[in-house]
């Protein structure tokens, strides 16, 4: 089964405007130290009803351009969440999806974004140089991931998009939005700057999509998106839709002010990770993870994203793997835009086989043959731990999370343990 993570082959990419003691168990299948595990998710809506069997794209998708570069990329056949979703959006339908990280989500919504965009093209309703559909994302690293699928999905058709993110000079993305671009991927601090300078049009957007709300909830986003909100036609005027792999009842109190009416949709299981990642976890001293990490590493075949909780602490890190022989490289908020897009390409190519981050990578980051996550010390959270993890055993395919704990973490591993039923440490 294909999804936008499997991409065979990409037509080359046309230039585009803008841009900018020791004990472990292995489990076949954490909250902070001292406090509550915090809620994950809603309990109180009920999922729409959806047949998750997968079905031919070209069931669903009727633009000729889109079909062609779905052939190329061999993409066949729906996911779940696409089958579930893809009936609704193509409805224009205002829609909250949830689904475990890696089955799709993205070209859930992406693929109605585009077949509409190009409906109206050929209706003579959608002129060029208008926005018409704006995605807001968390990260840099997730917008720019978006705006390629965009790039892919698009080869064959008259659409034109703008990533706009900050850690990089503006005055390009300013001249995007300016001329006007059909689709904008954003984050919401630097679209912000760009509205605050009044700087591009949204006032004909009909297509608002958040994607990783509750990563945008934990990064304090809120505040910005509904300013955003306020910035584009009304509810009634457009269509909007949520995706993440988790949406705590916090963010569904706020996705019902967006779209009081939409169609929920949850596919999988409400707050654990996927099936398809086994679970091992470690208790030993926090001055011996390092060197046991180290040794972990040159057995382990497939690369790795090891998470730490603190960028001191990840550049400290990939430093000491390095002095052990590993090709490692650090990604987190304080590196240039520049050192970040290069760590992130060396590791996609197979330069670096170690990635050192953190939660900056753990969300929406579609990265193939990622064997292995590493949790270098227990997640502040839940839904962090479902998010790290789920940077493995994506599409179907096997992978394996360790987790290193010192003795004083073992409440939180715990915590782990109960929320999602698994068994990550020996009696």
Same mark, same amino acid.
């Given at each position: 089964?294909?999804?936008?993570?499997?991409?065979?082959?990409?037509?080359?990419?046309?230039?585009?405007?803008?841009?900018?003691?020791? *004990?472990?168990?292995?489990?076949?299948?954490?909250?902070?130290?001292?406090?509550?595990?915090?809620?994950?998710?809603?309990?109180?809506?009920?999922?729409?009803?959806?047949?998750?069997?997968?079905?031919?794209?070209?069931?669903?998708?009727?633009?000729?351009?889109?079909?062609?570069?779905?052939?190329?990329?061999?993409?066949?056949?729906?996911?779940?969440?696409?089958?579930?979703?893809?009936?609704?959006?193509?409805?224009?339908?205002?829609?909250?999806?949830?689904?475990?990280?890696?089955? *799709?989500?993205?070209?859930?919504?992406?693929?109605?974004?585009?077949?509409?965009?190009?409906?109206?093209?050929?209706?003579?309703?959608?002129?060029? *140089?208008?926005?018409?559909?704006?995605?807001?994302?968390?990260?840099?690293?997730?917008?720019?991931?978006?705006?390629?699928?965009?790039?892919?999905?698009?080869?064959?058709?008259?659409?034109?998009?703008?990533?706009?993110?900050?850690?990089?000079?503006?005055?390009?993305?300013?001249?995007?939005?300016?001329?006007?671009?059909?689709?904008?991927?954003?984050?919401?601090?630097?679209?912000?700057?760009?509205?605050?300078?009044?700087?591009?049009?949204?006032?004909?957007?009909?297509?608002?999509?958040?994607?990783?709300?509750?990563?945008?909830?934990?990064?304090?986003?809120?505040?910005?998106?509904?300013?955003?909100?306020?910035?584009?036609?009304?509810?009634?005027?457009?269509?909007?839709?949520?995706?993440?792999?988790?949406?705590?009842?916090?963010?569904?109190?706020?996705?019902?002010?967006?779209?009081?009416?939409?169609?929920?949709?949850?596919?999988?299981?409400?707050?654990?990770?996927?099936?398809?990642?086994?679970?091992?976890?470690?208790?030993?001293?926090?001055?011996?993870?390092?060197?046991?990490?180290?040794?972990?590493?040159?057995?382990?075949?497939?690369?790795?994203?090891?998470?730490?909780?603190?960028?001191?602490?990840?550049?400290?890190?990939?430093?000491?793997?390095?002095?052990?022989?590993?090709?490692?490289?650090?990604?987190?908020?304080?590196?240039?835009?520049?050192?970040?897009?290069?760590?992130?390409?060396?590791?996609?190519? *197979?330069?670096?086989?170690?990635?050192?981050?953190?939660?900056?990578?753990?969300?929406?980051?579609?990265?193939?043959?990622?064997?292995?996550?590493?949790?270098?010390?227990?997640?502040?959270?839940?839904?962090?731990?479902?998010?790290?993890?789920?940077?493995?055993?994506?599409?179907?395919?096997?992978?394996?999370?360790?987790?290193?704990?010192?003795?004083?973490?073992?409440?939180?591993?715990?915590?782990?343990?109960?929320?999602?039923?698994?068994?990550?440490?020996?009696?």
């Amino acid at each position: 089964m294909t999804t936008e993570a499997q991409t065979p082959q990409h037509p080359q990419r046309r230039r585009r405007r803008g841009s900018g003691g020791t *004990g472990g168990a292995r489990a076949g299948g954490g909250h902070r130290p001292g406090r509550p595990a915090p809620t994950s998710t809603s309990t109180t809506r009920e999922s729409a009803p959806f047949d998750p069997a997968p079905i031919p794209f070209s069931t669903l998708i009727t633009d000729p351009a889109l079909l062609d570069a779905l052939e190329q990329r061999g993409f066949e056949r729906t996911t779940p969440i696409q089958s579930a979703v893809l009936p609704y959006a193509l409805q224009c339908k205002d829609l909250i999806g949830c689904a475990e990280t890696g089955t *799709g989500k993205t070209a859930a919504y992406l693929l109605p974004i585009l077949a509409r965009l190009l409906h109206l093209r050929r209706e003579g309703a959608a002129p060029t *140089g208008v926005t018409r559909a704006l995605v807001l994302a968390p990260t840099r690293e997730l917008v720019t991931q978006i705006d390629d699928e965009i790039q892919g999905f698009a080869y064959h058709a008259s659409v034109s998009s703008a990533a706009v993110y900050g850690g990089v000079p503006i005055e390009p993305q300013e001249r995007a939005l300016r001329a006007g671009v059909d689709l904008v991927v954003a984050t919401p601090g630097r679209l912000l700057d760009h509205l605050r300078s009044k700087v591009g049009d949204f006032s004909n957007v009909d297509i608002f999509v958040l994607d990783e709300a509750d990563r945008m909830m934990d990064m304090g986003f809120w505040p910005d998106v509904k300013r955003i909100a306020e910035a584009v036609p009304p509810t009634s005027s457009r269509q909007t839709m949520l995706f993440s792999a988790t949406m705590p009842d916090e963010v569904m109190r706020f996705a019902d002010t967006l779209a009081p009416d939409a169609v929920f949709i949850q596919v999988g299981s409400r707050r654990g990770p996927a099936q398809t990642i086994s679970h091992e976890a470690h208790v030993l001293p926090a001055r011996e993870k390092a060197s046991f990490l180290a040794k972990y590493l040159r057995r382990a075949h497939e690369p790795a994203i090891v998470f730490v909780n603190t960028k001191i602490g990840c550049d400290r890190l990939a430093r000491e793997l390095a002095r052990n022989g590993l090709r490692a490289e650090a990604i987190h908020a304080d590196r240039s835009q520049k050192d970040r897009t290069a760590a992130m390409e060396s590791f996609r190519a *197979g330069r670096t086989k170690v990635l050192v981050a953190t939660d900056v990578a753990a969300r929406g980051i579609d990265i193939e043959a990622v064997g292995l996550i590493v949790n270098y010390e227990v997640p502040h959270g839940l839904d962090s731990y479902v998010h790290r993890v789920g940077r493995t055993g994506r599409n179907d395919s096997a992978g394996h999370a360790l987790t290193l704990a010192d003795p004083h973490e073992r409440q939180g591993l715990e915590g782990i343990e109960k929320a999602f039923g698994l068994r990550l440490l020996s009696e």
